[in-house]
């Protein structure tokens, strides 16, 4: 069982930027694959980026390609998603996720994900 919190969600004006962190319980943290995701009022939950079990690969939506950067740090449980140049487009709930078994483009999926935080608000004002 794994039990994810993430934080660091608020408010900012477009061009602005923020640094989401999802910390995790339990010792097998470098286990997951972990993800973020992301669902805008009124649509459908979509992959924003994940990374794999050592940090090595990472994976990103065009949308935030060249935006948004994943990282993690083993040692401290901890995922982190630096989300730069934001725009309005960017406002939704944002999730992470840790995946057993998900490997390459089956990252994308949400439906490969096992455990799932309780999601962080983030607002773009224009």
């Known amino acids: 069982q794994v039990q994810l919190v993430e934080s660091g969600g608020g408010l900012v004006q477009a061009g602005g930027s923020l640094r989401l962190s999802c910390a995790a319980s339990?010792?097998?943290?470098?286990?997951?694959?972990m993800g973020w995701f992301r669902q805008a009022a009124g649509k459908e939950r979509e992959f924003v980026a994940a990374?794999?079990?050592?940090?090595?690969?990472?994976y990103y939506a065009d949308s935030v390609k060249g935006r948004f950067t994943i990282s993690r740090d083993n040692a401290k449980n901890t995922v982190y998603l630096q989300m730069n140049s934001l725009n309005p487009e960017d406002t939704a709930v944002y999730y992470c996720?840790?995946?057993?078994?998900?490997?390459?483009?089956?990252?994308?999926?949400?439906?490969?994900?096992?455990?799932w935080g309780q999601g962080t608000q983030v607002t773009v004002s224009s």
């Open positions: 990374i794999t079990k050592s940090g090595g690969t990472t």
């Open positions: 339990g010792r097998t943290f470098a286990s997951y694959v």
């Open positions: 996720a840790a995946s057993l078994g998900c490997s390459g483009y089956g990252c994308y999926d949400q439906m490969r994900y096992d455990y």
